[in-house]
Each structure stands twice: as C-alpha cells, then as structure tokens.
C-alpha cells in the first residue's frame, strides 16, 4: 500500500515582538490554529529512549522518528546541529509496525494479531502505551516571498512556552541537504542568531510536568 513518508526537516528559534515585526514585514500569514497534542509511550520510555514520538494530533496518529534507523540509536557525541531532521508517518498500520518494532523486546502481546483502529484505542492497551504529555498549541503560520517550499511557525503552547520553527518538508528521496540551506537562508533573512539548539515545547514539558523521563532521556542524549 502507499506509504505516507516525508522528512520534516526544522530549525526552532526564540522569537519576541521584533522578530514577529521582521515576520509579518516580509512573509504573509496562511493562517492560525489550534490544537491538542496527546503523545504516548510505554512506562519504562522504549520509544523516546530510541528518539520516536507517537503523537495524536485532530484525531489522527502521527510517528516522528530518525532518518537513520539503524538500531534506532542515538549515539552519545552527537553534534546537536540547529537543524533537526525526522521521518514523518501518517498512515495508522504502519505507525503500527514501526511502534511495535522498536518495543518488541520486552511486549508479550506483540504477536497478537490486531488491527489498529483510528475510533478504538485499544491498540495502545495491547502495546502497553500510555499518554505522558498533553497540551494545546496556538500556531500561527507563515510563508515567506521568494523562499519556496519554507514555512515558519509561530507556536504558543498552553502551558506557557513559545517557540518558533522554519520547516521545510521533504518528500521521500528529495534532498535534505538543499532544505537545510534554505533554512539557514530564511534564519539569515529573518535575523537569527542562534548558535545552539532552541528547546522545543516538549523538552520543555517534560523538564517541567516529567522530571523523571527528562532525566533519563537527557542522560540518554535524546534530549
Ligand atoms: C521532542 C521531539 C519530538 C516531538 C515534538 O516534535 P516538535 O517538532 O517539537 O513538535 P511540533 O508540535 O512543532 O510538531 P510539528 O507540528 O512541527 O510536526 S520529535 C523530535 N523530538 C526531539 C527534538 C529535540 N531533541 N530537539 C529539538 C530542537 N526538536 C526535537
């Protein structure tokens, strides 16, 4: 079957009334919304220890893990780089296969022949997945004129945490190099100057609602 896989590639930047200023006088907004993150893992964290993230978002499943699953491991020196790159999965019995692959070693149930279902979640029972963070995002976003395929957000998270992101989706085989650049572009227009890594909303959360997951992802180098 057709398999929904595109690369998110994104850099997260700070941004104040001057930077949204820079934004609005060179981009146009494409509109505003709202919504409610529910993200799962297992209680011992076998899917963010391996840096995958099973979220549903407007009810419907989304996967974000590492282009580079090989063991699915993160390795210890590695350098954080503004850009973050992660496959994106949408389709439901894939997230499926992927989520049970990577937990497989420790789950009893895993062989057992089930079907996921968007309208039952008893799935997630079966697979032991519980939900350990929950918030709402207003997202503004933004395109920029002459920065084709670039999208800046704007996000403001319910638990009182704002963050910005430039994000440039890649199609399956399409050049993840070329839409780094063009981030690194629109980072230049808009003025940023960041040397390091901007946390993003669920760094934040965790550190402040799950201090014992934050920990162990940190020391992990999830985080
Ligand atoms: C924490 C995390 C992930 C889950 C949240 O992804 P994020 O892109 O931050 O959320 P959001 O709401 O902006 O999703 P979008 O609407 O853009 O799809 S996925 C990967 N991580 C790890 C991670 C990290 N360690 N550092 C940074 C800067 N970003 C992500």
Redesign the pocket.
């Known amino acids: 079957y057709f398999l929904q896989m595109s690369v ?1 590639v ?1 850099r ?1 930047f700070l941004f104040d009334s001057d930077t949204l200023k820079a934004i609005e006088d060179i981009g146009d907004c494409v509109g505003q919304k709202q919504f409610h ?1 529910k993200y799962f893992d297992t209680p011992d964290f076998k899917l963010t220890l391996r ?1 995958v ?1 099973l ?1 549903r978002r407007k009810q419907s499943w989304e996967l ?1 893990c590492p282009i580079d699953p090989v063991n699915g491991a993160v390795e210890p020196g590695r350098e954080k780089s503004l850009c ?1 790159q ?1 496959k ?1 999965i949408t389709n439901l019995p894939e997230i499926y296969q992927r989520v049970k692959e990577v937990i497989k070693d420790t789950c009893e149930n895993c062989d057992a022949d089930i079907t996921p279902s968007d309208e039952d979640d008893s799935w997630l029972n079966t697979l032991k997945l519980c939900c350990f963070a929950e918030f709402t ?1 207003t997202r503004r976003s933004f395109t920029l004129k002459g920065e084709d395929g670039v999208k800046i ?1 704007l ?1 403001q998270a319910d638990f009182g945490y704002h963050v910005g ?1 430039i ?1 440039v989706l890649v199609p399956e085989g399409g050049d993840i190099q070329s839409a780094q650049e063009k981030i690194r572009h629109t980072a230049q227009r808009l003025g940023l100057n960041e040397e390091r ?7 934040v959360y965790l550190k402040r609602y799950r201090p014992e997951q934050y920990a162990i992802l940190l020391s992990a180098h ?2």
């Open positions: 998110e994104e997260k993150d840096d993230w979220r974000k973050t992660y994106e995002t957000d996000d992101e994000e890594r901007v946390e993003g909303k669920m760094t999830v985080l």
